[in-house]
């Protein structure tokens, strides 16, 4: 049997660590904490996670969340609910320390009669085996899930089998045309891996459980539509490899087509998928039709043949920059009112006059270790024309907050990043950056004078990508923006699990 992993004491020092950052933090002012440090918003975050999970609920799709993102406990509960009492809690990790730090959370769930499984998405290789083998000990039967995209890794999941005595649960990874990982379904390889995995089926040291595809390239979508179409092209793929298992395997237990990314899994929310006819359902940039349609129609003939339909994304209870970008929603589902981080910064000097056409900058003390150095992409098969749709050239955009409220300038809608995002921003933005400096420039149409900044103000930064810039950090402080005139108070602190 597997070596049990020593939890108690790595969470006990854990909890140590997290009260004595408690006492350090909470009641304290977003002004009196050190800079920089990141912030979450538990009133934006709550609100995301619950729009996932009713979204998935009411369209008859199982859910399951990754938390590389977060890398919390305290999160994690929130993208799985406490009040789902007979909904499985099917989780992704990125990282095999994910895996171990919510193995406590699961086995919680498990004595309240929840069933669990994690999913180490990452493809299999050998220096896992010994620590996934120990989840999988502790967690039992059918708790633990792994990637497959080779022959080659299958004598990894026959170690694991063998070491916790329980066969894994098997994803075959499929590459729906993103080239980061996964096996093409129209390749000699994929056949030869289906067979693979059913002999080995047979023989008991694993279950194929289901195919696992993530549309990365949505990320880089530009109008309203693109990232629903993705999601789309997403279950056309993984409909097809699970289809060539049947072929070979008419009578396999039903298989999971798991999909998503937070830009094709959120597009669920679609306000004609929920009914809500209060939200708008399209704007100039494009609109989700008629993929709402199509898609409502695939999922029934698909369930029908015995698939059970799957989404995953793992950004989404945070959001960034990128995210906003996408126009994966609508704006009344998807705009910087729904960013819930933020990384508190100071200005630590100002150059009036350095900028482009004499415009001024200022210096932070937020650079690529605290904000990520990720640009939000275009994906030029979407938006070929930089006419219609331009790269955002900076690392992050100032709040309006602090010295800074009020200042903002909104488009039609209403919002800072709205319908035009990121081709219309104006305003403060980290035009450049290094180790520890942040250069904030300033973008406004000639003759908009720049908000000022002085020595000495804070500011809050929303982030390009959320899943890079949290790296930099080893815990969150929590405030809730349900709370006016106390927005800015901490209220926790929730430790993350840096590391692999």
Same mark, same amino acid.
């Given at each position: @049997? ?21 006492? =350090? ?15 979450? /918003? ?9 729009? @996932? ?48 730090? #919510? ?22 290789? +050998? ?7 120990a ?11 792994? @990637?497959?995209?080779?022959?080659d ?21 499929? /590459? ?13 390889e994929?056949?030869?891996? *289906? /067979? ?9 040291w694993?279950?194929?459980? &289901?195919?696992?595809?993530? +549309? ?7 109008r ?16 097809? $490899?699970?289809?060539? #298992? ?31 006819? /209060? ?8 609109s ?25 994304? &793992? ?23 729904d *960013?819930?981080?933020?990384?508190? $910064? ?23 270790l ?9 994906? =030029? ?36 990043l &709205? ?10 933005q ?22 000022e ?12 990508? $959320?899943?890079? @810039? ?31």
């Amino acid at each position: @049997m597997a070596e049990t992993i020593k939890a108690e004491p790595i969470m006990d020092q854990l909890k140590q660590k997290q009260e004595a950052l408690r006492a =350090k933090f909470v009641g304290k002012q977003l002004s009196e904490v050190p800079t920089p440090s990141v912030v979450l /918003d538990l009133k934006q975050v709550t609100v995301n996670c619950e729009r @996932m999970l009713e979204a998935a609920e009411n369209l008859g799709l199982q859910w399951r969340a990754h938390i590389k993102t977060h890398k919390t406990t305290e999160l994690t509960r929130l993208q799985v609910s406490n009040f789902l009492a007979t909904t499985p809690v099917l989780l992704i990790v990125s990282t095999i320390l994910e895996a171990e730090n #919510i193995t406590p959370l699961l086995k919680e769930y498990q004595s309240k009669d929840r069933a669990v499984n994690v999913l180490f998405s990452f493809p299999l290789f +050998a220096s896992a085996v010994p620590r996934l083998a120990a989840v999988s000990s502790q967690l039992g039967p059918d708790s633990l899930s792994v @990637m497959i995209d080779h022959v080659d890794q299958l004598p990894y999941v026959k170690a694991i089998q063998q070491i916790s005595g329980h066969p894994p649960r098997i994803f075959i990874k499929i /590459d729906a045309n993103y080239g980061r990982a996964g096996v093409k379904t129209d390749s000699p390889e994929y056949p030869a891996l *289906i /067979d693979a995995l059913l002999a080995a089926e047979q023989e008991g040291w694993l279950v194929l459980h &289901g195919v696992y595809t993530h +549309a990365g390239q949505s990320y880089g979508a530009r109008r309203l539509g693109d990232a629903m179409y993705a999601l789309f092209n997403e279950f056309l793929h993984a409909h097809t $490899a699970a289809r060539k #298992i049947r072929e070979k395997s008419p009578g396999h237990a039903s298989l999971v087509l798991s999909v998503g990314a937070t830009p094709t899994a959120t597009t669920i929310q679609s306000p004609w998928f929920m009914e809500e006819c /209060d939200v708008p359902r399209g704007n100039p940039r494009g609109s989700m039709r008629p993929f709402e349609e199509e898609l409502t129609e695939r999922w029934g003939d698909w369930q029908k043949e015995g698939y059970i339909l799957e989404v995953h994304a &793992g950004v989404y209870p945070t959001l960034d920059l990128q995210q906003v970008a996408t126009h994966a929603r609508h704006t009344g589902l998807l705009s910087e009112q729904d *960013i819930g981080i933020s990384v508190v $910064a100071e200005v630590a000097s100002v150059y009036p006059t350095r900028g482009k056409d004499s415009t001024p900058e200022a210096l932070i003390n937020a650079g690529s270790l605290a904000l990520g150095r990720e640009p939000v992409s275009l994906d =030029k098969k979407t938006c070929a024309d930089e006419t219609k749709a331009k790269p955002y050239t900076g690392w992050g955009a100032l709040m309006p907050w602090g010295v800074l409220a009020g200042t903002e300038e909104r488009d039609r809608s209403g919002k800072i990043l &709205g319908e035009g995002f990121p081709d219309d921003f104006r305003g403060w933005q980290v035009g450049k950056i290094s180790q520890e400096h942040g250069i904030l420039t300033w973008v406004g149409d000639e003759g908009k004078k720049a908000p000022e900044l002085r020595v000495g103000d804070r500011v809050r930064v929303w982030p390009n990508h $959320a899943c890079i @810039m949290g790296a930099g950090f080893e815990y969150y402080l929590i405030v809730d923006s349900r709370y006016p005139q106390h927005e800015d108070k901490v209220l926790d602190v929730w430790c993350r699990w840096n590391g692999w």
